[in-house]
């Protein structure tokens, strides 16, 4: 029980934290202070002279300029008391014990009353160190209530009032008039004091979370701009890989043909219709490649429209395009096969309930997939297949509730001198590893290249 009740007084004391409460603008808090002060020391004075002249004092034979000073002195110190709470608070009570040992009226006026509880409720509130502070505040308390316990035993004026007024003979309670008027000073005291430091002790605590909702604010702030930033810049990802999808796919296509038509047009005895079919090829994927792009362009640049309806976009390629994909002609033989389990094959056409984001990058992985056999192969025949199974895989907790996956395979071998950059393949794997799902690139051992991508499909979609 002693130990718990140790613990919560450290606690709510806060022994061991290194929280230093100091004010928001230290001047003008500081400036307060010195007016604050200056202004009790003033009241003190005034308080005194009212006490004399009601004849509070007439039995003390102190110097009346004497009496003013020793009032003064108690009070001036208010004037640094946020700046140096605990020295402030030891000065003060020294001041108190000392006065109040050789001159008593002059610490029991009212206005040094009021500056004892403030000077006890500001070392409390923004003392810096709080062990020091407990020591100081604790040596504090110990000088008034002994300076109090010494009145009572040495002091015969409360005796000769209550013989006076009859009420040691006749007292008129159970208990004596004597400990009733011991009881309540006591409590008073005690009430007045320890109030000081409850309420001190409180308005740290309340400073205290005070700077830790700020500083919990400010780390908030910081993470969501780090997460903004996170944000622009996995959006720049995606953007550049779309961008290399779409053009990588169209340009090499486009590239292909026009060397085509370049070689057609300079045989000899060769017309402009021997090239008419490379050239027409050229210009659908040079039309794809701008569609796309506009699709692109419009999809960053979207927004609210208040004044109508917004304008119609072509949606993004999905797994149902890939067969237009791979039908496309171009020189390379392409053959595309949709497998679907456990339902079986699908009627021509038909699309698989895949969620669009997956479908898209399987869609993007089949286009960069192909767009690399046509630069960089020597294939002429490659086979695209897209499978969707329905059921999970046993051994790999990814794909438990199924998977969609594209293959592309071909039968070539590298091209000397194609080397790429290698930015499709990597936009490729960032796209498998935002969807969690799994890669297989390279080279195969019967020849040719494989190129497969498996991604999870969600529960819902199991």
Known sequence: MVHRTVEALRTWFALDTDFERRPADPRGAYRRDVWLGLTLTALSVAGVELARSAGFLQDDTTPVWLLYLLSAAGALPLVLRRRYPLAV?????????????????????????????????????????????????????????GWLFWQLVISTS????????????DPPGTVSPLTAIVLVNWLTNIAYFFGAVAV?????????????????????????????????????????????DVVAHHVSVIGIHAAAARRVLARDGAGPQDAQESLTTIESASRDAVEQMRGLVGTLRRADDDAGPRKDRSPEPGLADIADLAAGDDGLDVEYRLVVAPDGDPPAGAAPDVPASLGLSLYRTAQEALANVRKHSTARTARVTVRVERRGLPD??????????????????PRPGSGG?????????????????????????????RVRVRLPLPEESA
């Open 89 to 145: 608070l030891a000065v003060v009570y020294t001041h108190f014990l000392l006065v109040g040992l050789t001159v008593p009226a002059v610490v029991l006026t009212q206005v040094l009353q009021v500056v004892y509880f403030l000077t006890l409720y500001t070392a409390v509130a923004w003392a810096r160190d709080r062990r020091a502070m407990l020591l100081v505040v604790s040596a504090c308390l110990a000088v008034m209530f």
């Open 396 to 413: 790999d907790a990814r794909f438990a509730h199924g998977f969609a996956e594209v293959e592309v395979l071909d039968d070539g071998r």
């Open 200 to 244: 001190g002790q409180v308005g740290w605590n309340s400073a205290r979370r005070r700077a830790q909702l700020a500083e919990q604010a400010r780390t908030i702030a910081r993470q969501a701009d780090a997460l903004r930033e996170q944000a622009v810049v996995t959006d720049r990802l995606r953007i550049a890989r779309e961008l290399h």
């Open 421 to 449: 950059t290698g930015l499709g393949l990597m936009g490729l794997r960032e796209r498998v590893a935002v969807h969690h799902g799994a890669a297989e690139i390279g080279p195969r051992v019967t020849g040719g290249y």
């Open 158 to 169: 409360l005796q000769d009032y209550l013989a006076a007024e009859g009420l040691l003979d």
